[in-house]
């Protein structure tokens, strides 16, 4: 074990499989001479030079659009977005290209690409910049996504990601880039895609939480078990495919469930979750799914208004109360 | 009125700053705009600028230092003014004593948790984030208007394993909604005891769905459209059984087939058609057509639904042959072996249900007819004769007509016809 922040797991991650297949290259912007936007790429355009990593000018729709054509022709683009909030410009190419080639040309070819970058809000940048896509782009047929909260799973999934041979996002997080883990340092580290995680083991309540989110109900898990109540949380890791068996198991022996999801209400990954599970799971409930989500309101510039609108660990209690039935 | 300068946020990422460079002394008079300090983050070195004008009090932090986000880096003001609260608080936020700092963040966090406690009011999905503070239902009101038992399914479940009637459980959750732990901590002797009658619990009998054979299909079709598309209105009268019980005792005698009071009613009816021909009819969409032959369907009853054979020319057929007859096509109906052309080319049907104790009923109209006869059960009823209260015979017969063909006066001609003849056996001889 190694610990690691959350960039460097990615930049090992991208170094590893680089070193291991001349096919897979970086493209975005910033990603070679300024070593990244959040120094994600540091130090790979001295290992792998210009060809391998590539300087693109500000033009997400074109250079998505490369990457997308690349990789039809046999090679393994990743595509570094400065956030998923300007990658709506590349909508296109992801939605329509990436995630459909394979289908509409009857799998004579395939896209095998990652799409990455931070996703979501990062504090005080405006409703243009705080928007996560991550449900957004599950709902496509084709494309993965996934969106880890910890460097550990960062990496394996990253790596996962780039052997893949359909088009993948991988969201990160520009407030997570910092954030240390020890990160397992067994050769060739491998997470499959679609696999979740229990991160904490709890009889209680069943708080599932993904990315940012997840850090968020750790939380409100440990101000939880000071008043007794164990929460078990499961971080499905991936959004697409999801790992709904793992998060029914988990509510088939607690009774209740507490979805935490950083997009808005209408038809994200809370909602998704809440259906299969009364679904799947509906004699083992005791009280309603709850989520934890978004207002379904843009995001605010002022700090009072922003803190207001980004769940915290006191919703997350606020909701765990309410499905325990605890006064 | 003195003011904190805090290190303010140069770049999402960053979360302290490392003060580069001072361009400022503590005494020195600075205006809102000018560059005070270099600060490098995790990006870059940046400078910071004053938004207010004022004299430099403090300078808390010496170059090379790194600051927190929101840490206080100076104190501006007016000369000579007392700072030391601000002096205190900026030794909390930057870090003083460790066990201020625990407090200060409780601080801070029941303070979030108070600002939070107010989104209720303009979030708009309630359902979801809403807080569930004050909304405490003191109700231990189990059930809703419409008497249905509130509880989760997994206590419907638990109380179905171990044979528990919700009936007996109060409910502890939010508008006494039955949850997990009342069926835990339910105990028999603690069940509800009030004067109201005890409804034990029964467990569900399955529901079975039976696939649609085809001739469900064709009655379900053709009766909605017959009932639906054509005006029906209905004529009942009572017709005095008395005679055609004792013809029908004498006939029985010398009959080689038992002749039943529906053959007299088939018998009755079709000679009354042949003389009111237009209830013998069809609508025809653009003609009404008068039937030249009398062929009267007998309504039978099979295990699957409904057949309606016919008798050809009844009008012209003895009691014995229509007796004889339609018991033949009772039993190929029943065991299915009706031909299709034993079922087509009637002009009016009788739908009898007397052997079944029905008074009095009505029927939908067969189509392409006019008409049907829905014949009830003979009842022994007190009659008027003469004054007199006695013992009488009657049979209710409600003739099903469509308004189309046939007008109201015109069916109550042809049921006067049908009592003479059924009032007076003999008639039917004529």
């Known amino acids: 074990m190694a610990e690691l922040q959350f960039r460097e797991a990615i930049r090992d991650a991208m170094d590893e499989e680089m070193a291991r297949d001349e096919r897979v290259f970086l493209m975005g912007e910033e990603v070679a001479e300024y070593n990244g936007a959040y120094k994600v790429s540091e130090g790979l355009l001295d290992k792998y030079g210009f060809k391998r990593v590539i300087d693109t000018p500000i033009s997400e729709l074109g250079f998505a659009g490369i990457g997308v054509g690349a990789a039809m022709n046999g090679l393994r683009p990743i595509v570094e977005f400065m956030t998923f909030n300007f990658a709506v410009l590349a909508a296109d190419q992801i939605i329509n290209h990436a995630s459909k080639a394979r289908y509409m040309l009857g799998g004579q070819l395939n896209t095998p690409i990652v799409f990455r970058g931070p996703n979501a809000s990062a504090g005080q940048l405006g409703a243009t910049h705080s928007v996560a896509y991550d449900s957004m782009y599950a709902q496509f047929p084709g494309l993965s996504v996934i969106y880890p909260s910890e460097p550990d799973d960062a990496k394996g999934l990253l790596k996962s990601a780039i052997r893949n041979d359909d088009a993948v996002l991988f969201m990160e997080s520009e407030q997570m880039y910092g954030l240390k883990g020890e990160v397992s340092d067994e050769e060739d580290y491998i997470i499959p895609i679609g696999k979740g995680k229990i991160k904490r083991e709890g009889d209680d309540v069943t708080i599932v939480a993904t990315g940012k989110m997840y850090h968020i109900a750790k939380q409100a898990a440990t101000q939880l078990a000071k008043d007794g109540v164990e929460a078990e949380i499961i971080d499905p890791r991936t959004i697409k495919p999801l790992d709904i068996e793992l998060i029914v198991e988990s509510v088939k022996k607690t009774n209740r469930c507490i979805v935490v999801d950083e997009s808005h209400p209408f038809g994200g990954l809370a909602s998704e979750v809440g259906f299969l599970i009364q679904r799947e799971a509906f004699d083992y409930l005791d009280a309603p799914v709850r989520r934890v989500t978004l207002p379904d309101v843009n995001a605010p510039f002022s700090k009072p208004l922003f803190d207001l609108w980004l769940p915290d660990a006191k919703e997350i209690i606020d909701a765990v109360n309410a499905v325990t039935y605890r006064k | ?430």
């Not at chain 2, 807080?131 to 038992?149: A, C, F, L, P, Q």
């Not at chain 2, 042949?274 to 309504?299: Q, T």
């Open chain 2, 1 to 430: 009125m003195a003011i904190k300068i805090e290190m303010p946020k140069l770049s999402d990422t960053m979360e302290e700053g490392v003060i580069a460079k001072w361009n400022i002394s503590e005494g020195d008079k600075i205006e809102a705009g000018d560059v005070i300090a270099e600060v490098e983050t995790d990006k870059a070195t940046m400078e910071v600028e004053a938004f207010d004008p004022g004299t430099v009090l403090k300078i808390l932090v010496g170059e090379g230092d790194a600051v927190p986000l929101g840490g206080i880096m100076a104190i501006v003001g007016e000369e000579g003014e007392d700072i030391s609260d601000l002096l205190e608080e900026a030794n909390n936020a930057n870090g003083g004593a460790s066990s201020s700092d625990s407090e200060s963040e409780e601080k801070s966090s029941e303070k979030k948790s108070s600002d939070k406690s107010d989104k209720k009011e303009f979030d708009p999905i309630l359902d979801d984030v809403e807080s569930g503070k004050g909304k405490k239902e003191e109700s231990s009101e189990k059930t809703s208007d419409d008497g249905r038992i509130k509880a989760s399914p997994l206590a419907r479940k638990m109380a179905e394993d171990k044979g528990i009637s919700l009936t007996d459980v109060e409910g502890s959750g939010p508008d006494g909604r039955i949850i997990k732990r009342d069926i835990e901590d339910y105990k028999p002797s603690e069940a509800k005891k009030d004067s109201s009658v005890q409804v034990p619990s029964f467990a569900s009998e399955e529901d079975e769905e039976i696939k649609i054979s085809q001739m469900r299909k064709v009655i379900a079709r053709r009766l909605s459209e017959s009932k639906f598309n054509n005006p029906h209105f209905y004529e009942t009268i009572d017709i005095d059984m008395e005679k055609a019980i004792k013809a029908r005792a004498a006939l029985n005698e010398i009959s080689e087939v038992k002749i039943s009071f529906n053959d007299i009613v088939v018998k009755a009816s079709a000679m009354a058609l042949r003389k009111h021909p237009e209830i013998n009819s069809s609508w025809l969409g653009d003609v009404i057509r008068k039937h030249g032959d009398v062929n009267v369907a007998v309504a039978v009853a099979i295990d699957e639904g409904l057949m309606t054979p016919v008798l050809n020319h009844t009008d012209k057929k003895t009691l014995q042959q229509i007796s004889a007859e339609t018991r033949e096509l009772a039993g190929l109906a029943r065991d299915r072996k009706l031909q299709p052309e034993q079922m087509e080319g009637s002009t009016f049907t009788i739908s009898n249900l007397g052997m079944f104790g029905i008074e009095e009923f009505t029927a939908i109209i067969n189509p392409p007819n006019a008409c049907i006869l829905a014949v009830g059960a003979i009842r022994d009823v007190p009659v008027v004769k003469g004054g007199e209260v006695v013992p009488g015979k009657r049979m209710k017969v409600t003739l099903s007509s469509d308004h189309r063909i046939v007008d109201g006066a015109k069916a109550a001609q042809f049921l006067n016809t049908l009592r003479t003849m059924i009032e007076n056996p003999l008639a039917m001889m004529l």
